[in-house]
């Protein structure tokens, strides 16, 4: 089994290790599990979270053997980067990956497992959730904190932020399903827009989040940037709900 793991961790890799092989077995399941498996095991008086990838197909088991990187160690290795600029998302442990003769078979993410009190999404779902318009605004400092730093974080959806409360009203934001994100240079007007296309439909919290970023993006007008916020949100709505109404076409003709 092909492994890295962090120098923090280099001491407990045994452990980490022996938790992999007995995976199926042991920890507890976190989440529904009914794409990437995630359970939680106990290391040195901490929780640790371990991520199992879905098995691959055939092509991308080959891919992932010879021409790209596997999701586990994108993972790992975009979240060092992010700790490296000063982005919040739990301590990486370690990645590990195995292959048959053909190519990947298993691989997983491990990491520090971090209670937080709430995920974008609940934002979304309860508006009347306590101290929301503080939240949503700092919400979209950080996202104008990740853009400037050129981290485009292409799963940037509801699930995938944690919140956790801080002192005197302020919040601590952290990223987590790593696996896919561009680092630039520089990001265009277009790119940072249409990071915020998959978090809400909701006209209202487009209206405050093109607020808050006006405030801090100056090369363009509140009204520019909420127009262009809400055109590519209606445009992964519309896109989003195409691919549902394929996909039960499909499986009627299937049945």
């Known amino acids: 089994m092909n492994s890295k793991v962090a120098p923090l961790f280099k ?18 399941l976190f989440g529904s599990g009914k794409r990437n498996k995630i ?26 053997k010879y021409f790209r990187k596997t999701k586990a160690r994108r993972s790992y290795e975009y979240a060092t980067v992010l700790l490296e600029k000063g982005i919040g998302t739990p301590q990486p442990i370690a990645y590990f990956e195995n292959y048959d003769g053909i190519g990947l078979k298993e691989s997983y993410y491990v990491s520090e497992h971090l209670v937080t009190e709430l995920t974008f999404r609940e934002l979304v779902t309860n508006p009347n959730y306590p101290d929301y318009s503080n939240i949503l605004r700092q919400f979209t400092q950080f996202t104008f904190q990740l853009h400037e730093k050129g981290i485009e974080f292409l799963d940037h959806s509801p699930g995938n932020t944690l919140i956790k409360k801080g002192s005197e009203g302020q919040y601590l934001f952290f ?3 790593l ?29 405050v989040m093109s607020n808050e970023y006006s405030k801090l993006y100056t090369e363009k007008t509140e009204a520019e940037i909420f127009n262009k916020m809400w055109e590519l949100t209606n445009n ?12 039960k076409k499909l499986k009627f003709w299937k049945s």
């Open 11 to 28: 001491a407990n890799s045994v452990s980490v290790l022996d938790k992999i092989n007995n995976f199926d077995s042991q920890g507890i």
């Open 236 to 247: 992964f709505q519309e896109e989003f709900y195409r691919k549902k109404r394929l996909k």
């Open 179 to 207: 696996n896919r994100m561009n680092f630039h240079q520089s990001m265009n007007f277009h790119q940072r827009m249409n990071n915020f296309r998959r978090l809400t439909p909701q006209k209202g919290m487009i209206t």
């Open 39 to 64: 359970k939680l095991f106990e290391l040195e008086g901490k929780t640790i979270n371990i991520k199992s990838f879905k098995i691959p197909h055939l092509i991308n088991k080959i891919a992932y």
């Open 175 to 177: 990223l987590v399903d």
